[in-house]
């Protein structure tokens, strides 16, 4: 199983830690990071017990924001969706 991993599409958890606050513009701390890959909200490969790298593509498109603005987000974009397709029958 020796794959090889191309350096540049991975951070280390400092770097995700860094760029994850510059797209949030809030502080993000590396053990956030980790918290991230362990909720699957982004890729990690393990390379050891205290090593991991994290995905560069779901880092840069990651936005941390104050807890329950995604999901209250989510529930109201479900509820839109949900009136839609009421008129949508309504009309057809």
Do not use: C, F
């Not at 280390?12 to 701390?29: H, I």
């Not at 918290?35 to 840069?60: C, F, Q």
């Not at 104050?66 to 949900?82: F, H, P, T, Y």
């Amino acid at each position: 199983m020796n794959e090889q991993i191309n350096l540049n599409d991975w951070y280390n958890p400092a770097q995700a830690a860094e760029r994850l606050t510059a797209n949030s513009g809030k502080k993000v701390d590396s053990s956030y990071v980790r918290t991230l890959a362990r909720y699957k909200k982004i890729r990690s490969i393990k390379l050891g017990e205290r090593a991991s790298l994290y995905s560069k593509e779901d880092v840069d498109a990651y936005i941390v924001e104050e807890r329950g603005e995604k999901s209250g987000r989510a529930k109201r974009q479900k509820a839109v969706g949900k009136g839609r397709s009421k008129t949508e029958k309504a009309v057809a």
